[in-house]
């Protein structure tokens, strides 16, 4: 049931493409018209695009964005779930709040680690 919850959380990563990918393919399949056809092999190269940034993405495990991601991005994605699941279920714990610094902090880094995932997707896929 957990993994259900995570791939609808995370709207299903490399098999939601997948699944994709084979619904386009069949479409290609089922299409009478040269039009359907061509919307169906559209699909299918906008879906192999997003697999390819994907895999590029994750290529370069030690870049600086990489290790941003892995110092910042996850600790702070794991203490906004830790809030909304108080929220929810009212545990026995409190989830403190952060220093106002840091929150500041965070409100930045998402944003820089975004910029600099995609910054560095694109020039790689220049070379």
């Known amino acids: 049931m957990w993994g259900l919850v ?15 990918f084979r619904l386009a393919h ?13 919307a169906a092999d559209l699909d299918m190269q906008r879906i192999e695009a997003m697999v390819q940034m994907t895999q ?32 929810i279920l009212a545990f026995e714990w409190d989830v403190l709040a952060l220093p106002p610094a ?10 820089a680690i975004i910029v600099g995932d995609l910054g560095n997707s694109f020039f790689k896929s220049r070379r």
Do not use: C
């Open 6 to 20: 995570v791939r609808w959380l995370t709207g299903g990563g490399l098999n939601g493409l997948a699944e994709q």
């Open 56 to 87: 590029l993405a994750n290529a370069d495990r030690w870049s600086a964005t990489s290790i941003g991601r892995y110092l910042i991005a996850i600790p702070f994605g794991l203490w906004y779930s830790l809030i909304i699941a108080d929220s």
């Open 26 to 38: 069949e479409a290609k399949i089922k299409a009478t018209t040269h039009d359907q056809k061509l």
């Open 102 to 111: 840091i929150m500041d902090l965070s409100i930045w880094l998402f944003p």
